[in-house]
Nanobody
Framework: QVQLVESGGGLVQPGGSLRLSCTASPGTLDYYAVGWFRQAPGKKREEISC????????NYVDSEKGRFTISRSSDSKTVYLELNNLAPEDTAVYFC??????????????????????WGQGTQVTVSA
């Protein structure tokens, strides 16, 4: 089972951008589809996006289409989530997750946390002036 590590969070002003990274240590993400989630204080965890193992498929929840972009490095070992035009309501801990049985497909975003067996510790994103 891979261990995931997120990085790239921080404090950003409204309208700003961040790029979050997700890697595996130990292990490697080469052959895994990966998803991103977030959880704000006092709120339930929200799904954001997923990307297939070979990066040919990405999918997003409707609310985040256009502002957030998921991608993989050329060696497929790192998965990124680019956050643009951030607002205070985007403040949350952002998690990446994976599972050996996960296949990220196109269409309606139907994945939930229950589809993912391996999670990182999260990276904090704070949007504030």
């Amino acid at each position: 089972q891979v261990q995931l590590v997120e990085s790239g969070g921080g404090l950003v002003q409204p309208g700003g951008s961040l790029r979050l990274s997700c890697t595996a240590s130990p292990g490697t993400l080469d052959y895994y589809a990966v998803g991103w989630f977030r959880q704000a204080p006092g709120k339930k965890r929200e799904e954001i996006s997923c990307i297939s193992a070979n990066a040919d498929t990405t999918n997003y929840v409707d609310s985040e289409k256009g502002r957030f972009t998921i991608s993989r490095s050329s060696d497929s070992k790192t998965v990124y989530l680019e956050l643009n035009n951030l607002a205070p309501e985007d403040t949350a801990v952002y998690f990446c997750a994976t599972d050996p049985g996960l296949i990220c497909t196109a269409g309606n975003f139907h994945y939930t946390g229950a589809d993912f067996g391996s999670w990182g510790q999260g990276t904090q994103v704070t949007v504030s002036a």
